[in-house]
C-alpha cells in the first residue's frame, strides 16, 4: 500500500528499461539467475549510488517471490532466484557514515532561531530540532509529541517511555527544556503536517512515512535558509567505484540525520542542549 506500491513501480520500470535497451524478451521465461545478473551488471554499469541499486534489486526479487507465491509456482515453474547474490557495497563503516552527518550545538541553535518562515517551514524546523532533542525515528515522534502520552515523573525528571515501532526496543526519553517548549507550543497538533499519535501503529507509521519526502525537502530548504552551509566532505559509491564528495551540510539534512545530534559531544559544561 502507499508507499510501497510507488516503490515497486519504479521497481517495475527500472527493469523494463533494462530489458527494453537489452533487447531482451518481455516474457516471465526470461525471469532465472542468468537475467538478473545482467541486471545487476547494467545497474552498476549505469553509475547509480549502491544503495539504490541494492535496493531495485532487493525489491525486484522480492516480486518475483510474491509471484511464486500466488501463482504456486513449483517444480520448474518456480523462478528460482535465491543463488542471487547481491552487489557488495565497498565502502567502510566509517566511509558509510560519513554522509549522516550531525548538526554541531551551536548549528541546531542557529536552527532553532532562524524565524523568517512560513508556518509550515516552521513546523518542519521544530520537527527537526524535536527529533534531535529526543533521538527517535520520524515514525515515532508522534508518541513524543503527544500530549495525551503518559510522562513519567521521578523527582524533578521528567521522562517518556515506550516500544518503538521499527525496532520494538524501550526508548527512555528524558523531556528536556525545549523539547518540553515544542510539545507545548503542538498541543493543538500540527497544521500541515500529520503527526498526531494513533493506537495503530502499522497506520502511524504509513502515514508519517507517506509525508516523509516532503518534510525532508522543507527541513533542507529551512536549513539553507537559516545558513547550515559547512562544507561536508563524504565518500559515496557509484557503481564499483568509491567518490568523495563536498556539499553543503544542508544538503544532507533529513529526518533521520536528526536521530545522529545526540551522538555529538555537548559542550564543555556538560549539559545538554535544552
Known amino acids: 500500500t502507499g508507499k510501497d506500491v510507488k516503490n515497486y513501480i519504479n521497481t517495475i520500470a527500472n527493469f523494463r528499461k533494462f530489458i527494453d535497451e537489452k533487447g531482451i524478451e518481455d516474457d516471465l521465461k526470461v525471469l532465472n539467475l542468468q537475467t538478473m545478473n545482467l541486471y545487476k551488471d547494467w545497474l552498476l554499469e549505469s553509475g547509480k549510488a549502491i544503495k539504490t541499486t541494492k535496493d531495485l534489486l532487493r525489491a525486484f526479487k522480492a ?59 516552521t513546523e518542519a524546523r521544530d520537527v527537526f530540532v524535536a527529533q534531535c532533542l529526543c533521538g527517535q525515528r520520524i515514525s515515532d515522534l508522534p508518541k513524543v509529541l503527544s500530549p495525551d502520552f503518559p510522562i513519567i515523573h521521578d523527582g524533578e525528571l521528567e521522562y517518556m517511555s515506550f516500544r518503538t515501532i521499527k525496532t520494538n526496543e524501550t526508548a527512555v526519553i528524558p523531556l528536556l527544556p525545549k523539547l518540553k517548549e515544542i510539545r507545548e507550543k503542538y498541543t493543538e497538533g500540527f497544521k500541515h503536517w500529520k503527526l498526531e499519535y494513533i493506537d495503530d501503529e502499522d497506520l ?24 547550515i552551509d559547512r562544507p561536508v566532505t563524504y565518500t559515496d559509491q557509484r557503481g564499483l567505484k568509491k567518490v568523495n564528495k563536498t556539499v553543503p551540510l544542508y544538503e544532507l539534512m533529513h529526518t533521520h540525520t536528526a536521530r545522529h545530534f545526540i551522538e555529538r559531544p555537548r559542550a564543555t559544561n556538560g549539559r545538554p542542549y535544552g
Not at 513449483?74 to 566511509?95: N, V
Not at 551551536?106 to 532562524?114: D, G, M, N, Q, V
Not at 507509521?205 to 530548504?221: E, F, P
Open 63 to 121: 516480486l518475483v517471490e510474491m509471484l511464486n507465491k500466488a501463482e504456486q509456482r513449483t517444480g520448474d515453474k518456480y523462478i528460482d532466484l535465491r543463488a542471487f547474490e547481491m552487489p557488495k557495497d565497498e565502502r567502510t563503516k566509517e566511509e558509510k557514515q560519513s554522509k549522516s552527518e550531525p548538526l554541531t550545538e551551536e548549528e541546531l541553535i542557529t536552527l532553532w532561531k532562524y524565524n523568517e518562515l512560513t508556518e509550515r517551514e
Open 204 to 227: 502511524q507509521k504509513t502515514r508519517v512515512n507517506r509525508q516523509n519526502n516532503k518534510l525532508n525537502s522543507v527541513i533542507k530548504r529551512v536549513a539553507q535558509k537559516a545558513g
